[in-house]
C-alpha cells in the first residue's frame, strides 16, 4: 500500500501536498503563486502571493498577539472573515483586478479571525 500523504514541487503552482482517501488522490496547492499578485521588492518577487503573505504574517502576529491581549469574541471574529470572501469572490465572480495591499490586508484580517475563533473553541 502506498503513502497516504505525499508532498510535491510543481514549478507552476509551488508546494502541493497530495492526501490518498478512499482510492482518490487529492491535491492541497498553498498559494497560486502568480507573478502579477506576488510582492516585488528590489527586483526580486516573493515566492507567495499577496493574500498568502498576509495570512501567514496574520498568523504568527495574532498568535504573538492574542497571547499577551487575549481577545476572544466570536462576533468580532467572524466579522473579520468577511472582508476577505468578500474580495475573494469579487475578483472571481467579477473578475477585476484587485491590489495587493487590498489582498495582503484581507488575509491579515482573515488570520486574526480564524485564530480568535480557535482561541474561542480552544
Do not use: A
Not at 497571547?67 to 468578500?86: D, H, T
Amino acid at each position: 500500500m502506498g503513502r497516504k500523504i505525499n508532498y510535491e514541487w510543481k514549478k507552476q503552482i509551488g508546494p502541493v501536498l497530495y492526501i490518498n482517501l478512499f482510492n482518490k488522490r487529492i491535491g492541497l496547492c498553498f498559494c497560486h503563486r502568480k507573478k502579477n499578485r506576488c510582492f516585488k521588492f528590489r527586483g526580486y518577487t516573493f515566492p507567495i502571493c499577496s493574500r498568502c503573505c498576509g495570512l501567514y504574517i496574520g498568523i504568527i502576529l495574532s498568535i504573538i498577539l492574542l497571547w499577551f491581549f487575549p481577545i476572544f469574541n466570536p462576533y468580532f471574529s467572524v466579522l473579520l472573515l468577511y472582508p476577505l470572501m468578500i474580495d475573494f469572490g469579487i475578483q472571481h465572480l467579477l473578475n477585476p483586478e484587485g491590489n495587493n495591499i487590498i489582498r495582503f490586508s484581507t488575509g491579515l484580517l482573515f488570520s486574526f479571525g480564524i485564530l480568535m475563533i480557535l482561541g474561542v473553541i480552544i
